[in-house]
């Protein structure tokens, strides 16, 4: 298993997000309540950026047709047959760590 560091632990305020590009492909990171999750970015209708969508809890909504996922489960909340890839997340020492 392979750790990157993919921000740090103060560039994100709860309730914000953000994209980022890793080998592994593009990754939504999301900051709930000061606790960090990611999934893959790509939404599973159309592939919308789900990093750059707004943050309600842990309930995203993809920016271009609205669907919405729990980003801390993976869960699809739009079609609960299609859940989202998510990512372990470690923070450590004020660095934010993707495990893939
Ligand atoms: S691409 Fe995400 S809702 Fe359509």
Redesign the pocket.
């Known amino acids: 298993m392979a750790r990157i560091k993919i921000a740090s632990a103060g560039e994100l305020r709860p309730g914000q997000s953000k994209v980022v590009e890793t080998d592994a492909g593009a990754v939504a990171l999301f900051n709930v309540g000061g606790s960090f999750f990611a999934t893959s970015n790509t939404?599973l209708?159309?592939?919308?950026p789900l990093g750059e969508g707004s943050l309600d809890n842990s309930v995203v909504t993809?920016p271009?047709?609205?669907?919405q996922y729990d980003i801390t489960t993976g869960e699809n909340l739009t079609n609960p047959s299609q859940p989202v890839r998510t990512h372990k997340v470690v923070v450590e020492n004020g660095s934010v760590f993707l495990e893939i």
């Open positions: 939404c209708h159309k592939g919308g993809c271009w047709h609205g669907w």
